[in-house]
């Protein structure tokens, strides 16, 4: 069980709880990465999406689970040259999954950090 305290201030609770349910099992595993991968990265990282229950409409249409469904995965709001520094440090913590959406609207790029080792891993892919 994740005592949430021990991320703050960096991250907070609700910022990984799945946006349909309100459900979070994010892992202990992933969390201590993600700590630790901001705490050097230096920056805040806002969260646009953490867990998602089974039950979340992404989900559900998707042949099998993703690993945010894991509690070992989230995105990152980030672009440009930050996304660049997020990628470089999340391979050094360990990051083994990272999809990549920098095109289109700024407002809706993000990274995605992924640590499942039950999907193929290492690898980078694009949105």
């Known amino acids: 069980m ?21 459900e979070n099992e994010m892992t202990l595993d992933f969390m201590n990465r993600l700590y630790a991968l901001r ?23 998707k042949p099998k689970r993703g690993e945010h469904t894991y509690g070992n995965a989230c995105d ?7 996304a660049y520094n ?4 999340a391979m050094k913590h360990g990051f083994t999954r990272i999809g990549v959406k920098q095109r289109g609207d ?11 080792k039950s999907f193929p891993n290492p690898v980078i892919w694009s949105y």
């Open 2 to 22: 994740i005592n949430w305290t021990d991320y703050e201030p960096l991250f907070y609770k609700h910022e990984f709880d799945c946006q349909e349910t309100g």
């Open 39 to 61: 705490s050097e990265y230096g920056k805040p990282m806002v969260i646009t999406s953490g867990y998602r229950s089974p039950d979340h409409s992404i989900e559900r249409d």
């Open 76 to 82: 990152v709001a980030v672009s440009g040259e930050n």
């Open 86 to 89: 997020l990628i470089k440090l």
């Open 106 to 116: 700024y407002s809706k790029r993000f990274i995605h950090l992924g640590v499942d």
